[in-house]
């Protein structure tokens, strides 16, 4: 079993800055890809960015590229993702999840393992 517990978030106008925070515990070492993820009000759960936590390798979505960063702190167990540059399209839950399942960074179903999710809104 891992666990994930999250923090960060919350309210911050156009153009700012936010920083999220996940900290993985249990298995760790059974854990190849940590991910984020958010939900926007009446969608799906869409893909952010992700990061190996062995090795510097990222992937990021074409919406966020350039504005997000996923970074990784392996004495700590945590993983961040530091989004600048915030745009109202946003707001969501974000939610960070670890997969053991490989280097498929999109793949939701892969991510067995999920945090408690924070809400992220960007005011306009």
């Known amino acids: 079993q891992v666990q994930l517990v999250q923090s960060g978030g919350g309210l911050v106008q156009a153009g700012g800055s936010l920083r999220l925070s996940c900290e993985a515990s249990g298995r760790t070492f059974s854990t190849y890809v940590m991910g984020w993820f958010r939900q926007a009000p009446g969608k799906e759960r869409e893909f952010v960015a992700a990061?190996?936590?062995?090795?510097?390798?990222?992937y990021y979505a074409n919406s966020v590229r350039g504005r997000l960063t996923i970074s990784r702190d392996n004495a700590k167990s945590t993983v961040y993702l530091q989004m600048n540059s915030l745009k109202p399209e946003d707001t969501a839950v974000y939610y960070c999840a670890a997969s053991s399942n490989g280097w498929r960074p999109r793949e939701i179903d892969d991510y067995s393992y999920w945090g408690q999710g924070t809400q992220v809104t960007v005011s306009s």
């Open positions: 990061i190996r936590w062995r090795y510097t390798m990222t």
